[in-house]
């Protein structure tokens, strides 16, 4: 059982603190989450309200992961109080280290990202370079995966580092019935646009919602730009255009991560070899699927159908 601790701290955002238990407390077989404070006392939120906590910091020197969601950035600018720092000190090497939003203030403050890729909310982005400068900050992506310390932006992004979190751990079948169950996107890759221009398209205006989920089910086929506005009814510059106004990335780019999502799962779920799972989910050979497949997720498509398989058959044998 791998155990979580979300840490709640003053100015604590509701929606962010309720993250951890709503996406790995839907696999309670695979994930035990807690919540504590610095001093097992209420906290206050950032709404008109403060929050009961039944632990103290005991809880974080037996986890595997430590979840630090949006608190006042105020607390980590004017430097951590000794409760805070006492805190942080009882996490054990080795452990997982998670921020949502500006809970990076947090881990920046106490030297966990020195030197480090990080991100937090867009909107605190001068402020948090301001006070930070050792930190390789990023604003542009949902979330930064740094192998022991992960860190994400704003609110929903959390949602989607913990399913990147759980995906790592178990496979895209367990994150996506993770994400079924909550009801949100199965994946949306942590270097896509935090910010988008026109995150709700003008009513009026065609939508690409419709050729997106076309493209999904035919994956296998040289989807091109062209293709896809041939489908929407667009010209290729309108459609392009309002693709990256709906999903903050260009067509291509999405395709893709789409692609490498669906060889991931094959990867997982099916006996197929590399060129066969090349053909189903549209790159031309079992090369091009290598080379977007080791860039996207860091290994090659083999060695991550053994890490999965061993995984499985490590589970099954427990």
Not at 24 to 50: I, K, M, N, Q, W
Not at 204 to 225: F, G, Q
Not at 239 to 265: H, K, Y
Request: proline share 6%; hydrophobic share 45%; aromatic share 6%.
């Amino acid at each position: 059982m791998h155990r979580v601790v979300v840490l709640a701290l003053d100015g604590v955002y509701p929606f962010e603190l309720g993250i951890p238990q709503r996406i790995f407390g839907t696999l309670d077989d695979r994930y035990e989450v807690a919540t504590c404070s610095v001093d097992g006392l209420p906290v206050r939120t950032c709404a008109d309200y403060s929050i009961a906590v039944e632990h103290g910091p005991e809880l974080l020197a037996d986890a595997d992961t430590v979840v630090i969601p949006s608190c006042d950035p105020a607390q980590a600018i004017d430097g951590l109080s000794p409760a805070i720092t006492a805190a942080l000190a009882l996490i054990r090497p080795g452990a997982r280290i998670v921020s949502i939003c500006t809970g990076a203030f947090v881990l920046a403050a106490a030297g966990l990202l020195d030197g480090r890729p990080a991100t937090t909310h867009w909107r605190l982005t001068d402020t948090f370079r301001r006070h930070f400068p050792r930190i390789d900050l990023d604003p542009d992506v949902l979330f930064v995966d740094d192998g022991d310390v992960l860190t994400s932006a704003g609110a929903a992004s959390g949602i989607d580092l913990c399913l990147h979190i759980v995906r790592a751990d178990h496979g895209s079948v367990v994150a996506n019935r993770v994400a079924r169950s909550c009801v949100v996107p199965p994946w949306r890759d942590g270097g896509q646009a935090q910010y988008i221009d026109t995150p709700v398209p003008d009513p009026a205006a065609a939508s690409t919602a419709a050729t997106r989920h076309w493209a999904l089910e035919h994956l296998e086929l040289p989807l091109t730009v062209n293709t896809l506005a041939d489908h929407a009814r667009m010209s290729k510059r309108t459609f392009a255009r309002r693709f990256v106004d709906e999903v903050g990335m260009s067509p291509g780019r999405w395709l893709t991560q789409q692609r490498v999502a669906r060889a991931r799962q094959l990867l997982e779920a099916a006996d197929l070899s590399v060129e066969q799972i090349a053909g189903r989910v549209g790159f031309a050979t079992g090369t091009s699927l290598r080379q977007h497949f080791q860039a996207a997720v860091g290994v090659a498509p083999l060695a991550y159908r053994r890490t999965f398989r061993l995984g499985a058959d490590d589970r099954a044998t427990a």
